[in-house]
């Protein structure tokens, strides 16, 4: 079993299989203020997305109530806007299979059969956002077949791991040592759901930390579908060389090119590079020996 000294373990979540999606319609609750730790015995209760001092409390049913005595019992919580929608509107895209050369993805209440030459991911994404069929998410997926077609990979770091699809990926492609971190807690919750429900507990190490923490331990691959600000210091931080081979996504037109500008300046050689339309850019670069 992997083991990280330094790592937040959140809460192991259960690993029921479902045979739906989480829910039909959702009751979220927007908060100004954060918990320490998620709020226990409340009913109907899916999950609590914080960033940035904003905590959103996702629920299967309305909780009004429920949601009024948390803040009262809690400090710093300040109740500000609450919204129904359906869950395929929260995650913006149709939860269905599909396949990559060497993959076959599919939420866990619509598995697809069995194939020899795909290995088999089954995802979970609750309300985390990150169910594969995005074009980064894709072509991240497609990157990582070639890293692995292009060299043996013993080790690799998922920045940034939201519903822990790509470091899955890399796990079931063969690399016995993947270490998935997100900043956020819920998304750390929902990671280590799909790494239970894939079986690859003794590869797959998920922990709740930022991407500076991480960068000073080398990696045979680094994996990062994330926000440009973060991209920016992660490129420009001391262990981003130590990295051997690395994949940038998450990137628009402007954003990539000043990111491709920044790399051009270092020892790496780009391997290959997707433009989606010219609108998504997703990067895969080796070190240079």
Known sequence: MLRHPDAHMPVL??????????CDTLFIYYLEGSLKNDPSGLTDFIGNWQEDGFTFLFFSSPAM?????????SSGLIFIDHY????????????????T????????????????SRK????????????????????????????YQFQPVASALDIGTGTGILAI????LGCPCVLAVDINRLAVQTTLR??????????????????????????????ANIHYDV???LVRSDGFLKQRMCILSGLLRSEAADIESSLKRLPLTLMRKWDQDGIWFTYWYARKQ
């Not at 990926?169 to 079931?172: K, M, T």
């Open 101 to 116: 050369h060497l993959l076959s993805v599919s939420p866990s209440w619509e598995p697809l059969p069995l194939e020899p």
């Open 65 to 73: 109530d429920q949601v009024q005595r948390l803040i009262s019992a």
């Open 231 to 233: 991209m920016k210091r």
């Open 84 to 99: 129904q929608m359906s869950y395929q509107d929260w995650v913006g895209e149709k939860l269905a299979p599909f396949h």
């Open 13 to 22: 979540p259960d690993v029921t299989p479902q045979t739906s999606t989480p």
């Open 194 to 223: 799909n790494i239970r429900l894939n079986h690859l507990e003794n590869n797959i190490l998920a922990i709740q930390s930022s991407a500076d923490d991480c960068m000073h331990r080398p990696f045979d691959l680094l994996i």
């Open 169 to 172: 990926a890399a796990a079931r």
């Open 120 to 147: 088999q991911i089954l995802l979970d994404p609750g309300v985390v956002f990150g169910a594969g069929r995005h074009p980064t998410t894709r072509n991240c997926l497609e990157a990582i077949e070639c890293a």
